[in-house]
T-cell receptor, first 112, second 115 residues
């Protein structure tokens, strides 16, 4: 079993829709949670970083963490065609080692 | 804005040949990572450097892969001999300092195709 499982997608939504992207993780040692966006043929870029359970908002993006159920989500409001990309969740343990474990990504297409 | 540089962007090679990838991290970033991303999967850590020292290479197939960061700045990842299963995107990332709130910045990657 993988340490991080991500809803596989692909996901196709009309412009303006609310998008929900989800991951589960298995190890309670993971304390830091990230969402990356990866455009086709590019490297991942960090979108959101959270530590505690609860919600963190940044513009149209909201990251949600539920440590009790080991569930993390990314919500995108008012989705735009420019949001079309692969979204990767990642987790990291509370150490200085730096190693992040990634989900396999969900590919999102926002249609105009 | 400073970026992680990687070259080449694309590489096609035949199996059993040697290939090498180069990464130049953001200036001042002490930590450097090499990841492999197979199509449809998330990045998987191959090796982590802190300055010129290897911190974690537990997932590096050492019979064919090697990585170095001799002066603690740029880095080279080598595969010899390449196998068909090595076809993937090889990503380099760097960060300023380790710690719980570390931010890793990724380069554009090198896409390798082994024929």
């Amino acid at each position: 079993q993988k340490e991080v499982e991500q809803d596989p997608g692909p996901l196709s939504v009309p412009e303006g829709a609310i998008v929900s992207l989800n991951c589960t993780y298995s190890n309670s040692a993971f304390q830091y949670f990230m969402w990356y966006r990866q455009y086709s043929r590019k490297g991942p870029e960090l979108l959101m970083y959270t530590y505690s359970s609860g919600n963190k908002e940044d513009g149209r993006f909201t990251a949600q963490v539920d440590k009790s159920s080991k569930y993390i989500s990314l919500f995108i409001r008012d989705s735009q065609p420019s949001d079309s990309a692969t979204y990767l969740c990642a987790v990291r343990a509370n150490t200085n080692a730096g190693k992040s474990t990634f989900g396999d990504g969900t590919t999102l297409t926002v249609k105009p | 804005e400073a970026e992680v540089a990687q070259s080449p962007r694309y590489k096609i090679t035949e199996k059993s040949q040697a290939v090498a990838f180069w990464c130049d991290p953001i200036s001042g970033h002490a930590t450097l990572y090499w990841y492999r991303q197979i199509l449809g999967q998330g990045p998987e850590l191959l090796v982590q450097f802190q300055d010129e020292s290897v911190v974690d290479d537990s997932q590096l197939p050492k019979d064919r892969f090697s990585a170095e960061r001799l002066k603690g700045v740029d880095s080279t990842l080598k595969i010899q001999p390449a196998e068909l299963g090595d076809s993937a995107m090889y990503l380099c990332a760097s960060s300023f300092e380790l710690g719980p709130r570390e931010t890793q910045y990724f380069g554009p990657g090198t896409r390798l195709l082994v024929l």
